[in-house]
């Protein structure tokens, strides 16, 4: 009885997009507080095959429930951890405080079985974010605990509608139960990550939504898988994207109508929906000269009006915008190394030389500038308000998605978009560049979670 209530209640957290409703806690000093809780619980990931599997879940929910929270305003997420083992949160692309950024033994000491932590947190830039584990994130980030934060802007673009719209990978067993046997297995570690067999949109698989002729939607499309890419087509013709890792960008229809997202990327698309009553189009998850099909918009018998809007929606520019970049640069060189066909022959752990079969015993197999792991010293220590450009070369074979904390910076093959997150294929060389001016250790890492786990991971600190 008390699994059959569980069961609904996670369903029942997906159907409703699980909005939490702002100010949930009437704090005495006028802060909206959300309450977000961590614990185990069953959750059926495939449609037919027996059983559900244990997964660790936010609020009962895969993924997590949706968190709105305004820009420029105080927020307290009350987190407790009802796990039995440590964790914490991250809120992946907030420029937030530093002590609110989730990374256990860097910004905070992990947030122990049965203990709570209050995330205060003070957003500035409106947009699609999320949030997840920052603790051996391998498994508990595959084990299910992300979700959907977004920033609202002060104003609410005109839109009809708008649709979140989380994108995971999982690996399931001829059972159709979460595979817990293959966790942490080393060729994951040093190949690609944990790629699965199962993609979920919001954590359902064949996911349908009705719509209606000539309605403008937002769709706000984060992937929340440990390690897959994703390359996705919505095949409606009437496409344009307006912000990529929460940042408005001016809006475009994408190459071939291909959204291209690495693990941790957002990106946001307003559709005009463009069929007729009874029409059907789809997103399809594109894997070499495959096309899967990963969800459905139906069209409904109505009409939301005679025909599509032509003129594209502007999101409002944060105050991001205003961070000029300068000519100047303190150039930092990031060569990230290591991994299965590289010529690796070695990286310092803790100060000490390793062979490469001393760095496979303890799991590390990915090195940044010949260290694999976290440095005990920063790659690089500036003062606040100093222009940085992160020389990345990614000598490995194999595609990273490089993530830094704390800010957003720009491409220099990319200039005018912000991102925080960048997918560097192999042999790929690109400057990050970004001013420096978010006090406090911030983290540099791959954000293929198997990848960090095994070594490809550094900081910097800005004083
Ligand atoms: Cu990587």
Known sequence: MQRRRFLQAAAGGLIGGALLPRGALAAADDRATVLLRAASGLYRLHPTKTGPSTLMQFNASIPGPVLRIPRDRETVVRFDNALDEPTSVHWHGLRIANAMDGVPGMTQPPVEPGRSFDYVLNPPDAGTYWYHTHLRSWAQMALGLAGVLIVEEDTPPAVDREMV?????????????????????????????????????????????????GERIRLRLVNIANARTMSLKINEPLLQVVAIDGQPVEPFAPRDGRITLAVGQRVDVVVDFAGAPGHSSTMELLVRDDAYAIASFDYGATIARESPLESPLRLPPNPLHRVRLPEEYLQVPLRMQGGAMSRFSGATVDGREMTVSELVERKLVWAMNGVAGLPREPLFRVERGTAVSLELDNETSWPHAMHVHGHHFVRASAPGIWRDTVLLGRGERDALRFVADNPGRWLIHCHMAEHMAGGMLTWFEVT
Do not use: C, M, Q
């Open 165 to 213: 719209i989380a994108i995971d990978d999982w690996r399931i067993d001829r059972e159709g139960l979460f595979d817990d046997a293959s966790l942490g297995r080393l060729h994951d570690w040093s190949h690609a990550g944990r790629i699965g067999n199962l993609i979920t949109v919001n954590g359902k698989t064949g996911t349908r939504y009705e719509v209606r002729g």
